[in-house]
């Protein structure tokens, strides 16, 4: 069988270091940039980081708006109003600044500028006509990788669905990527969105879409995380680990957008769409239970896993090695402190079972849990739910 040809997309300029965010200024005057619309949230505004990034832009003569009302899990509503912003101030650029939240609400304006409402009209693979705008994305946690990936999410308020967009022309153009960004976040923040870096990684690893470009990528992601998410959960202050920590969410969103996510990432959406939990930690509840029903469906590209990580000894067999990855993930959900699914539901079981059904159907319609190595049944999905509890 012919394997289908690789298609590889990355943000034209990305450039990663200490400082990074400084170059925001020159970068739009660049691309000839006259007025940024700073897509962001209340705690970015709060903290200061917001009148920083907008002096280095205007330092350059440019004008500067700011529209800071993206809310965790970001909504349909925040991406009109965000627009109807950007429309009415005249703004030619958009500088999403914050976590993935900010940045994939950025991504879902900069396309809604230039294609017709509603963002529904988007959900799914390749729906977008027309380019976007100027784009610049500026993350602060490590992260969803969301700066350099062609993907968005955004909740479909009326039906409570995460719908997820993929499409090449929801690449920023510019993605600036400065870890100092990230020393203000406390311990669980970090460890929830490390676990989602870590799992874009595995994912992008294990799925039917893997490819010989995104593979290294991956592993990398997935040895830097192994190596340094608990130094940076335990010492916030430990710049090195978190340096490593936004380089490995940086190549995690590159392996996953070119590769794909799998059955963690499709059986998340519709917890956190559900339950309000916040995306890295319903990734992370839910990662052991489906390890463990997926390695056998690739033993050899889980065990690798688990030598590089150092779940496993180079000399174990490909079977030793692979069953070793759960326990693994078991002791790492520990040291972060990472809860049960049980105790974040307040014990609510019936609450939890009664959804079952619909999570499942909506976990199958996102197309993720098809790129698994096994490719689940509705009534397995469900059985995996029960286990995750
Ligand atoms: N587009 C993609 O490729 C992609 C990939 C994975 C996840 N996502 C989406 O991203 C969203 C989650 O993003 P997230 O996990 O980065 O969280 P987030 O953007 O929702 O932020 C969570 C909280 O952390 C705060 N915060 C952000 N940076 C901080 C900092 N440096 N210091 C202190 N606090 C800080 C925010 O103000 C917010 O209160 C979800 O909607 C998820 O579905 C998108
Ligand atoms: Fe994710």
Not at 314 to 322: C, V, W, Y
Request: charged share 20%.
């Amino acid at each position: 069988m012919v394997k289908a040809m690789i298609n590889f997309n990355v943000p034209s300029t990305l450039i990663v270091g200490g400082g990074a965010s400084g170059e925001i200024g020159n970068q739009l005057q660049r691309i000839r940039c006259k007025h940024a619309l700073i897509v962001t949230d209340a705690y970015m505004l709060e903290c200061g980081i917001v009148d920083r990034i907008a002096g280095y832009i205007k330092e350059k003569g440019i004008s500067v708006s700011v529209f800071s009302d993206v809310v965790p899990d970001p909504t349909d509503k925040n991406v009109y109003d965000g627009l109807d912003k950007y429309k009415t101030v005249g703004a030619d650029a958009i500088v999403g600044l914050g976590g993935g939240s900010p940045m994939d609400t950025a991504k879902a304006i900069a396309i809604l500028a230039n294609n017709p409402p509603p963002i529904s009209l988007y959900a799914g693979l390749h729906k977008v006509a027309n380019a976007g705008a100027p784009l610049v994305l500026i993350p602060t946690t490590a992260g969803t990788g969301s700066e350099v990936t062609k993907v968005t999410v955004i909740t479909d308020t009326e039906r409570d669905v995460k719908m997820m967009m993929l499409d090449v022309s929801l690449l920023a153009q510019i993605a600036l990527v400065d870890y100092e960004l990230t020393m203000s976040m406390p311990a669980t923040l970090t460890a929830h969105v490390g676990m989602d870096t870590f799992t874009h990684g595995l994912e992008a690893y294990v799925s039917q879409k893997a490819n010989p470009i995104s593979d290294p990528i991956a592993l990398s992601c997935m040895k830097l995380v192994a190596d340094n998410i608990c130094t940076a959960f335990n010492e916030p202050d430990n710049a090195k680990a978190r340096e490593a920590m936004m380089l490995a969410a940086c190549q995690g969103g590159m392996a996953f957008s070119n590769s794909s996510v799998c059955l963690v990432h499709g059986m998340s959406r519709p917890i956190g769409a559900n339950f309000h939990i916040p995306h890295g930690l319903s990734n992370s509840v839910l990662l052991y239970d489906i390890t463990k029903y997926s390695i056998n469906g690739n033993l050899e590209r889980y065990a690798t896993i688990a030598r590089t990580i150092g779940a496993a000894d180079e000399g174990d067999s490909d079977k030793d090695a692979s069953e070793a990855l759960p326990a693994y993930i078991e002791s790492l959900n520990q040291r972060l402190n990472i809860p049960r699914l049980r105790n974040l539901l307040n014990n609510d079981k019936e609450l939890y079972e009664g959804r079952f059904d619909s999570m499942a159907q909506a976990a199958l319609d996102s197309g993720s849990p098809q790129n698994n190595p096994v490719v689940p049944l509705h009534s397995e999905i469900v059985e995996l739910y029960q286990a995750a509890w």
